[in-house]
């Protein structure tokens, strides 16, 4: 079965510990996403990945980390710099497309983190 | 800055009246623009999308968007809503040529019976 495979579906973080939630797909999708969803806030765009071993920032990216080794995965940390962890995260691929921007991204099942 | 608005954090509606969940973009260049449906602590799926062409777009589960260009619009419709319809609806955007895929706040929809 082809999708994108998040875990855990839930994480529990103590304050200052840094901790990393997993994104794999398998559908050969070139670009990945992380988002942060907040009530009422919609998704807010943490880091995007293009390519392997290249990545950007979004519009909320401080306190947060990201590796893209493997096409396939694209792991977020969430750092003790991040000051409200507490959110639903999804995670996101899509294919590059003939023209790059015109392909609609499938998304994970996204885990919620707590911090307790 | 590249940006996506709904203007309204709620729509409610009858069972067999139409619906419309409204969507405002600022996209450089051509926009390319999607609408997904998300169910309770689950993913987004794909609803449809505009990339160029006709201004009405059909979709999934009877729903079309109507793009209008010199409003900045993508409005998503369908012409007889079910109460299985009822969740949070995301519009999202992205540039010709960008990698960024930005959303707008969602709006959760209510259909009653």
């Known amino acids: 079965d082809g999708g994108i495979t998040q875990s855990p579906k839930y994480l529990f973080r103590k304050e200052g510990q840094n901790v990393t939630l997993s994104c794999e797909q398998n559908?050969?999708?070139?670009?990945m996403y992380w988002y942060r969803q907040d009530p009422g806030q919609g998704l807010r765009l943490i880091y995007y990945?293009?390519?392997?071993?290249?990545?950007q920032k979004g519009d909320i990216a401080e306190g947060y980390s990201v590796s893209r080794e493997k096409k396939e995965s694209f792991p977020l940390t969430v750092t003790s710099a991040q000051k409200n962890p507490t959110a639903f995260y999804l995670c996101?691929?899509?294919?590059?497309?003939?023209?790059?921007?015109?392909?609609?991204?499938?998304f994970g099942q996204g885990t919620r983190l707590t911090v307790v | 800055a590249q940006s996506v608005a709904q203007p309204e954090d709620q729509v409610n509606v009858a069972e067999g009246n139409p619906l419309t969940v409204k969507c405002t973009y600022s996209?450089?260049?051509?926009?390319?623009l999607f609408w997904y449906v998300q169910y309770p602590n689950r993913g987004l799926q794909f609803l449809l999308k505009?990339?160029?062409?006709?201004?009405l777009v059909k979709g999934s589960y009877g729903f079309e968007a109507e793009f209008n260009k010199s409003q900045t619009s993508f409005h998503l419709k369908k012409p007889s809503a079910l109460v299985s319809d009822s969740a949070l609806y995301f519009c999202?955007?992205?540039?010709?040529?960008?990698?960024?895929?930005?959303f707008g706040q969602g709006t959760e929809l209510s259909v009653k019976p």
């Open positions: 505009y990339i160029t062409g006709d201004n």
């Open positions: 996209v450089s260049g051509n926009p390319y």
């Open positions: 990945s293009q390519i392997v071993n290249d990545f």
């Open positions: 999202a955007g992205a540039s010709q040529g960008g990698g960024k895929l930005i």
């Open positions: 559908l050969n999708h070139d670009a």
């Open positions: 996101a691929s899509r294919e590059r497309g003939l023209i790059i921007g015109e392909t609609e991204a499938f």
